[in-house]
């Protein structure tokens, strides 16, 4: 049984930074290029990041890119989010997903970023 569980969210100020992570397993972890994705108040889920089986390649949404790092760690089955010089338009529901439809994904952590 797959499960996705993710943590780190929490209110912080514009130009703060937080780290988030995702808990994996039920799955080889290691066999499957991982994602981050959001879902800001009243919207659709967004994509933000993907990162490959080794973690040597990795994309990023031109609205985080040079602004957030997505990383993994294969031996501690867990995914994480960098998140630094954060904006208010950050305010979202953060997932990790192992697919490319974002079907399998955890429950999500909240980031608010506000002063």
């Known amino acids: 049984q797959v499960q996705l569980l993710e943590s780190g969210g929490g209110l912080v100020q514009p130009g703060g930074s937080l780290r988030l992570s995702c808990a994996a397993s039920?799955?080889?972890?290691?066999?499957?290029?991982m994602y981050w994705v959001r879902q800001a108040p009243g919207k659709g889920l967004e994509w933000v990041s993907t990162?490959?089986?080794?973690?040597?390649?990795?994309n990023y949404a031109d609205s985080v890119k040079g602004r957030f790092t997505i990383s993994r760690d294969n031996a501690k089955n867990t995914l994480y989010l960098q998140m630094n010089s954060v904006e208010s338009e950050d305010t979202a529901v953060y997932y990790c997903?192992?697919?490319?439809?974002?079907?399998?994904r955890g429950q999500g952590t909240q980031v608010t970023v506000s002063s």
């Open positions: 997903a192992k697919d490319a439809a974002y079907s399998q």
């Open positions: 039920g799955f080889a972890f290691s066999r499957y290029p």
């Open positions: 990162i490959s089986t080794s973690g040597r390649t990795t």
